[in-house]
């Protein structure tokens, strides 16, 4: 577990803190990052990878970095290319920023608010130049849209957490995606080449996939669609079943359960991930731990973060 010590400890050469994301429509997704983020860093610390240069990314992203890229409509490789250039990026940018949070669009890294910080004057304490980790990994929070317990809308004035508070653990996105030095991500950001896990007490990874029902059940379609255009159809070709055809199915069967309890505190699970810690892939390294059977609730005080 990381400690926490007073005082600031960032190195004044470089910026604090920055966000970088890629993205290829999810507008929904990219309007809450970017509010949330922009709130915690300045707007003017966030790079955005547009995928086929949405004008709408730029809209919403005003104020912050947009970078084009060229729309690759036969999605060759895709995933591998993506994750290798996030890399690079995520890498390049620790030169000029002390640290440099990378993910998905509809993954946001949050500190407990039992805290009392945010991002940057949390990071800030995170030990001294030459002891302080290379890589954090927040705990994993994957957020499940029951549509009878939950039945408010997201509107553009609506927090999700407040209105959404039910959530399972899914150890998959415990992702290495806070650094400060050059790193290697796999494909989809859940593992890295760093051979130390630090599985920070105090920051949460929100997975924002099952969000909303009518929300989750066309943007998986989509992502099923694309998964076709890359690899074919299932029984068509011989491609093995990935998450994105499974996902639906697993979402429903999660949407109707009630929770368990109102916590966030799972010290079991914790240590399960942290002794289950193992290599992959010869260099790459990756908490134990899956996906425990279970929906809970988080506490109160998590509504409105973002």
């Known amino acids: 577990m990381t400690e926490l010590l007073t005082g600031p400890l960032m190195d004044p050469t470089r910026g604090a803190v920055c966000a970088l994301t890629m993205v290829g429509g999810d507008h929904f997704f990219l309007k809450r990052w970017v509010d949330y983020y922009g709130a915690q ?5 966030l790079i955005i990878l547009s995928h086929g240069g ?12 947009v970078i084009y890229l060229p729309h690759d409509p036969t999605r060759n490789c895709f995933n591998q290319r993506r994750w290798q250039m996030l890399s690079r990026f995520t890498s390049g940018f620790t030169r000029f920023y002390n640290w440099v949070i990378c ?46 317990l939950e039945p408010e809308p997201l509107t553009d004035g609506t927090p999700i957490l ?9 150890a998959n996105y415990a992702k290495p995606c806070v650094v400060r030095d050059i790193v290697e991500f796999v494909p989809g950001g859940h593992f890295a080449n760093h051979p130390v896990l630090t599985l920070d007490p105090h920051l949460y990874l929100f997975h924002l996939r099952f969000i909303d029902y009518g929300m989750t059940e066309a943007r998986l379609a989509t992502r099923r669609a694309q998964r076709v255009i890359q690899s074919g159809e299932l029984g068509e070709s011989d491609r093995a079943v990935t998450g994105w055809d499974s996902a639906w199915a697993t979402y429903q ?12 505190d799972f010290p079991e699970f914790r240590q399960e991930m942290v002794d289950g810690w193992r290599q992959k892939k010869v260099v790459f390294w990756a908490p134990g731990g ?17």
Do not use: C, W
């Open 253 to 264: 069967t999660l949407s109707k359960e009630p929770p368990r309890a109102e916590t966030i």
């Open 162 to 170: 407040g209105a959404r508070r039910l959530f399972r653990l899914n």
């Open 41 to 45: 860093l300045g707007r003017e610390n």
């Open 290 to 306: 899956a996906r425990p059977k279970g929906i809970y609730r988080l506490p109160e005080r998590f509504s409105g973060v973002f």
């Open 103 to 148: 993910g998905d669009v509809d993954e946001i890294v949050v500190v407990d608010p039992a805290e009392g910080v945010g991002l940057v004057d949390y990071l800030a304490r995170m030990g001294g130049q030459k002891t302080r980790p290379k890589v954090l990994t927040p705990f994993a929070i994957e957020m499940v849209h029951n549509p009878d």
């Open 54 to 65: 949405d004008p709408e990314h730029k809209r919403i992203a005003k104020g912050a970095n």
